[in-house]
């Protein structure tokens, strides 16, 4: 049996991330802790990477991509903004260590709204919305196993507070083969009626 991609060839893919942002100060302090690792344990891929949340990542044809920023916004225009804050590190053994994220329910709430549209963010079984069940910030990924070691080691008893009011959420896109995301559209946190939004969604 064909997929999508083998039926309808040459229409061009990008790559999505779902995520909320920190405001600038947050993010410095953030960047510099990425600094501070990439000098100690020699991990060059992270450190020029934008501090955020991931809420959701998917592959997509370019010509969807208008019908998931409508859907998404509508989401966006229900949802109130909260509040985030950070508390210490985290880790998966053996190769990620991230920042905690200690307000995790609203979070997970909004993912569970985003989730609605995943028929829309999807291609085929081989390509699959993912969505993110315990939100962080990432510090570095695919470590190898003595870098997370000697990393967890020290980062498990180092601290790190912060917190910032979520009002917004971003879409950024890179097309396939591409290095750099680039961001597609604000989506502001709005905290609308459900009567609303539904005559925006007829409107769309």
């Known amino acids: 049996m064909q997929t999508i991609t083998q039926v309808i060839p040459g229409y061009r893919m990008s790559e999505y991330l779902l995520v909320l942002q920190p405001h600038e100060e947050l993010r410095q302090r953030i960047m510099q802790v990425k600094k501070d690792f990439q000098d100690t344990y020699k991990v060059f891929a992270w450190a020029h990477h934008k501090p955020h949340i991931v809420l959701a990542t998917f592959t997509q044809y370019d010509m969807m991509e208008?019908?998931?920023?409508?859907?998404?916004?509508?989401?966006?225009?229900?949802?109130?903004?909260?509040?985030?804050?950070?508390?210490?590190?985290?880790?998966?053994?053996?190769?990620?260590?991230?920042?905690?994220?200690?307000?995790?329910?609203?979070?997970?709430?909004?993912?569970?709204?985003?989730?609605?549209?995943?028929?829309?963010?999807?291609?085929?079984?081989?390509?699959?919305?993912?969505?993110?069940?315990e939100p962080n910030i990432a510090i570095a990924r695919k470590l190898l196993p003595w870098q997370y070691e000697a990393a967890w080691k020290d980062y498990s008893?180092?601290?790190?507070?912060?917190?910032?009011?979520?009002?917004?959420?971003?879409?950024?896109?890179?097309?396939?083969?591409?290095?750099?995301?680039?961001?597609?559209?604000?989506?502001?946190?709005?905290?609308?009626?459900?009567?609303?939004?539904?005559?925006?969604?007829?409107?769309?």
Do not use: C
């Open 66 to 133: 208008e019908r998931i920023l409508n859907r998404l916004k509508v989401t966006a225009m229900g949802y109130q903004p909260f509040k985030v804050e950070l508390k210490n590190y985290g880790s998966y053994p053996s190769h990620t260590l991230f920042i905690n994220v200690a307000t995790k329910v609203p979070i997970q709430l909004l993912i569970k709204e985003i989730r609605t549209a995943q028929r829309l963010m999807k291609i085929d079984n081989e390509h699959k919305p993912h969505f993110i069940d």
């Open 157 to 204: 008893h180092r601290h790190f507070t912060g917190r910032f009011i979520a009002d917004s959420m971003l879409l950024l896109k890179r097309r396939v083969g591409d290095k750099a995301f680039q961001v597609v559209q604000r989506l502001e946190f709005m905290n609308l009626p459900v009567t609303t939004r539904q005559g925006e969604l007829f409107m769309l």
